[in-house]
């Protein structure tokens, strides 16, 4: 079972194998995210898309669901650097 360092947790966690259908996303999630926090995102998307009423079949409704995956697995430009981290705020539940 191959491991991943997990950039959202900053553990080392276990790889995600399912496919996760993100196109050139999809790579560089499963180099940097561990499957517990990929899971802990599929029930977050699901409380994204009903708090901003997103329309999957729309364009800026994808690109919205993108970023907010982005900014929970910690995934920016940034990624390697503190700054994002610090910057990081869950969603108010
Ligand atoms: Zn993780």
């Keep these: 079972m191959a491991d991943v360092a997990c950039v959202t947790c900053g553990q080392t966690g276990t790889a995600i194998t399912a ?18 926090c990929w899971k802990k995102w599929e029930g977050m998307r699901v409380m994204v898309i009903n708090e901003y009423q997103v329309n999957l079949g729309d364009e ?6 993108r970023k907010q995956m982005k900014a929970f697995l910690k995934l920016g430009e940034q990624a390697d650097s503190s700054k994002v981290a610090e910057n990081f705020r869950p969603p108010a539940s």
């Design 19 to 36: 496919p996760l259908f993100l196109g050139k996303l999809e790579a560089e999630i499963k180099a940097k995210v561990c499957a517990d």
């Design 60 to 65: 800026s409704g994808r690109d919205l669901v």
